[in-house]
């Protein structure tokens, strides 16, 4: 094993964690859990009806964890779910008009930050890291998907 490409791994993956606790201590201090936290900003960032699939397939959580946080955020009025015209077994997911003003206070915010963080970064560095960032994700895949071939023989 290349030690230092392991080590360089191990501080990218450390990096990414520090990353998601940013955002988990963020949620955490808005009054919300990690999947409440994301789900509101998915559907303030999209501004538009969401079902928990689509939820699921985008923001890569288990239908139980988004199904549970849907609960939640229902029972505290923050959200509403309404048969989707299409399919009435799918619900879409629609802010409430509390679910609007919490996230104009705490969704609003953290992408305007968001976006001054990064367009410090300049468009060409942020693109890139873009890039680099799908392509390991692409790569790491391929090679896990290696491993798992392996183990189920």
Not at 59 to 79: C, D, G, H, P, R
Request: charged fraction near 25%; aromatic fraction near 10%.
């Amino acid at each position: 094993m290349n030690n230092l490409i392991f080590e360089k791994s191990i501080l990218y993956n450390q990096l990414f964690k520090e990353l998601d606790q940013l955002y988990r201590n963020y949620a955490k201090d808005s009054g919300l859990s990690d999947t409440m936290f994301w789900i509101l900003y998915f559907i303030q960032e999209q501004n538009e009806a969401y079902t928990q699939k689509e939820l699921c397939d985008i923001w890569f959580y288990s239908k139980q964890t988004v199904n549970s946080a849907l609960k939640n955020l229902e029972s505290q009025n923050l959200i509403k779910l309404t048969p989707s015209p299409n399919n009435r077994k799918k619900k879409q997911i629609f802010l409430t008009p509390s679910g609007k003003e919490l996230a104009t206070k705490i969704i609003v915010p953290l992408m305007k930050a968001e976006e001054s963080a990064l367009s410090k970064m300049g468009e060409k560095s942020f693109d890139e890291f873009l890039r680099l960032t799908k392509e390991h994700i692409n790569l790491l895949n391929i090679e896990m998907q290696k491993i798992s071939n392996t183990l189920s023989k």
